[in-house]
């Protein structure tokens, strides 16, 4: 798990972590954490075992800590600064993996953001959501389905979410021409079911994969 530092365009230095294959990876996925000020980081038992999955896929993930986690640098940006930090991740995963594929993910808030940052960067990678809020406190909302670039999209929720219904979060994947895919028995943090998330997210990354 290489340790990185990457910068913001306005100067922020944010933690990360690569997780590497044994190999050259095809693929390279952004996973992004949960909402900073409800103790998200990048080292959230689910994004780590999300991440050990698709590496054992053959897949890349640069994790990163939102601004003002863990030992990155500048405090909570009301949403809107953090859509800067997953472009921030974003370039840094170009940069260093140019050949490859990439994508980006998300759980939660991270999910949330990560497509938010797609809507305004007009982005058309593969993405992944891990049960992103259909709606967040105050002005924050997922982009309008048809505000969103053509891309290949999957979600993901457990029909116990306590944070969104599972039949709200169907019902904008079909009106934005995504995936979803509901766990039965699976609440938002999705314990002892890494293995299985991680799993959806492999074949949808990488479908060639053995």
Request: aromatic fraction near 8%; proline fraction near 8%.
């Amino acid at each position: 798990m290489p340790q990185t530092t990457i910068t913001t365009g306005t100067g922020l230095d944010l933690e990360a972590a690569w997780d590497l294959p044994d190999h050259d990876p095809a693929v390279v996925v952004v996973l992004c954490h949960p909402h900073p000020l409800m103790g998200g980081t990048m080292d959230a038992p689910l994004l780590r075992g999300v991440s050990r999955v698709l590496v054992a896929a053959g897949i890349a993930v640069l994790r990163f800590n939102f601004r003002g986690v863990g030992r990155s640098e500048g405090g909570w940006g009301g949403g809107t600064g953090e859509i800067e930090d997953v472009a921030t991740a974003v370039a840094a995963a170009e940069a260093a993996r140019p050949a490859a594929a990439h994508g980006i993910a998300g759980w939660s808030f991270g999910a949330h953001t990560a497509l938010r940052w797609q809507a305004r960067a007009d982005d058309a990678r593969p993405y992944a959501g891990i049960a992103p809020p259909v709606s967040l406190t105050g002005s924050i909302a997922l982009p309008a389905p048809q505000a969103l670039p053509p891309a290949d999209r999957l979600f993901v929720i457990g029909d116990r979410d306590q944070f969104t219904a599972a039949a709200d979060l169907q019902a904008y994947a079909d009106a934005a021409g995504a995936r979803c895919e509901v766990l039965a028995g699976s609440d938002h943090f999705f314990a002892f079911r890494e293995r299985q998330v991680g799993d959806l997210l492999a074949a949808h990354f990488a479908p060639d994969a053995p």
